[in-house]
């Protein structure tokens, strides 16, 4: 079975500009999480959609928004880039809304941000 | 403050040799716990899972013990292999505190042969 698909693996993008990333969660999986990871420390929690709908924000401006499709794809958007908006984002899907014993996160391999 | 952390940032064993990986919270009302193994250039792994409500889990060369009495979490390696090498680390879930989880900064294992 597949896992969780990011795209695209690596962007490059200059301050100001703004960007999306996309991810296709597990078969079967209708929750998505979207998270941070700045080199060297722990991923971060950005935002979490379950059928659809927000379910949960981590502390992150409103640069940052996400939505859910039908399909249960789901799209993280970054306007007005920062140079610390570098990092690696990390899409997570699950069968049930919150992450436990019979229905684990499990993690893409993310998309490599750069912003210059 | 209230996160997940590790007590140390590195860990270098030798192949064959047993790893332990040490992790401590700060909440006792955090009741799902994860461990991640994160190699270079690609996303955290799943590797196992434990309740609040169970001691110890067991899985393929991994084992997960919980002591609620101390806040302590580990994560042991059996016969540790070279493909072992890799960034770990523990996550939690509050579930009266959302769907998020919460993780620490990670312990490096570094095995040689």
């Known amino acids: 079975d597949a896992g969780v698909t990011q795209s695209p693996t690596h962007l490059i993008k200059t301050r100001g500009q703004h960007v999306t990333l996309r991810c296709s969660p597990i078969?079967?999986?209708?929750?998505v999480s979207w998270y941070q990871q700045v080199l060297g420390q722990g991923p971060q929690f950005i935002f979490q959609?379950?059928?659809?709908?927000?379910?949960g924000r981590g502390n992150f401006p409103d640069r940052f928004s996400a939505r859910q499709f039908p399909n249960y794809s789901s799209e993280l958007n970054v306007n007005a880039l920062l140079l610390g908006d570098s990092a690696l984002y990390l899409c997570?899907?699950?069968?049930?809304?919150?992450?436990?014993?019979?229905?684990?996160?499990?993690f893409g391999n993310g998309t490599r941000l750069t912003v210059t | 403050g209230e996160s997940v952390g590790l007590h140390l940032p590195t860990l270098s064993v030798q192949e064959g040799d047993n790893s332990i990986i040490n992790c401590a919270y700060s909440?006792?009302?955090?009741?799902?716990f994860i461990w991640y193994k994160q190699e270079s250039g690609k996303g955290p792994q799943f590797i196992i899972d434990?309740?609040?409500?169970?001691d110890k889990r067991q899985g393929q060369r991994v084992t997960v013990l919980l002591n609620k009495t101390v806040k302590h979490l580990s994560l042991q390696i059996a016969a540790t292999q070279p493909g072992d090498s890799a960034v770990y680390f523990c996550?939690?879930?509050?579930?009266?505190?959302?769907?998020?989880?919460?993780f620490g900064k990670g312990t490096t294992l570094s095995v040689s042969s």
């Open positions: 997570a899907s699950s069968r049930d809304l919150e992450p436990s014993y019979n229905s684990p996160l499990h």
């Open positions: 078969s079967g999986h209708k929750s």
């Open positions: 959609y379950y059928e659809k709908e927000e379910r």
């Open positions: 909440n006792s009302a955090s009741d799902y």
């Open positions: 434990i309740r609040s409500n169970m």
């Open positions: 996550a939690e879930n509050r579930s009266q505190a959302g769907t998020a989880l919460i």
